[in-house]
């Protein structure tokens, strides 16, 4: 188990920005996982669009949505194989929201640290929502925004792929933008 009180402290209660390297001695959530998520959501809507996945592929494509619907991974897939089969090689991005709604091991992930993150005191519990980015895309499709207050963003890389994450001021967001 990580060190909650190392999370909290570090964040000053999740208030703040921080980087805790090698914070999982393995992700709590595994390449298999990931691939059975995608085998459930492609059953369950057989091709038809759902309104909490998204392919971008310099800009959000539907087509290539209905592909990642319509091509469940297979039985002996691997994840970066699978994504590279349905987007072609191509930079993209893959996001599925909601994802506790299609995995146990999602689903208790978060409930555990939600848990833990409040000492046990059900007053204190944060409202979860798990999301899914995959990708190869080199920046977030969706460009430099705001996260709202209420937001409290846990990134946990699956793969140990390097990712970057920009952070910047509401002053400097301003400015740039």
Same mark, same amino acid.
């Given at each position: 188990?990580?060190?909650?009180?190392?999370?909290?402290?570090?964040?000053?209660?999740?208030?703040?920005?921080?980087?805790?390297?090698?914070?999982? +001695?393995?992700?709590?959530?595994?390449?298999?996982?990931?691939?059975?998520?995608?085998?459930?959501?492609?059953?369950?809507?057989?091709?038809?669009?759902?309104?909490?996945?998204?392919?971008?592929?310099?800009?959000?494509r539907e087509q290539l949505e209905h592909r990642v619907l319509r091509r469940a991974p297979a039985s002996n897939a691997k994840l970066d194989t699978w994504f590279s089969e349905i987007?072609?090689?191509?930079?993209? /991005?893959?996001?599925?929201?909601?994802?506790?709604?299609?995995? +146990?091991?999602?689903?208790?992930?978060?409930?555990?640290?939600?848990?833990?993150?409040?000492?046990?005191?059900?007053?204190?519990?944060?409202?979860?929502?798990? +999301?899914?980015?995959?990708?190869?895309?080199?920046?977030?499709?969706?460009?430099?925004?705001?996260?709202?207050?209420?937001?409290? +963003?846990?990134?946990?890389?699956?793969?140990?792929?390097?990712?970057?994450?920009?952070?910047?001021?509401?002053?400097?967001?301003?400015? /740039?933008?």
């Amino acid at each position: 188990m990580s060190d909650w009180a190392e999370l909290l402290e570090r964040t000053n209660g999740l208030r703040h920005s921080a980087v805790l390297r090698n914070f999982f +001695v393995s992700p709590p959530i595994d390449e298999d996982e990931v691939l059975e998520i995608f085998r459930r959501v492609s059953r369950r809507n057989d091709g038809r669009l759902m309104s909490t996945l998204r392919a971008y592929q310099g800009g959000r494509r539907e087509q290539l949505e209905h592909r990642v619907l319509r091509r469940a991974p297979a039985s002996n897939a691997k994840l970066d194989t699978w994504f590279s089969e349905i987007f072609k090689g191509r930079p993209s /991005a893959l996001i599925l929201n909601r994802v506790e709604r299609w995995s +146990v091991a999602v689903a208790d992930f978060p409930a555990t640290l939600n848990l833990a993150l409040a000492d046990g005191d059900p007053s204190r519990l944060n409202a979860i929502e798990c +999301v899914l980015f995959m990708g190869d895309y080199g920046f977030s499709p969706f460009g430099i925004h705001l996260d709202y207050d209420s937001t409290r +963003v846990l990134h946990i890389p699956l793969l140990g792929a390097p990712k970057t994450m920009y952070l910047w001021s509401d002053a400097e967001f301003e400015q /740039a933008t």
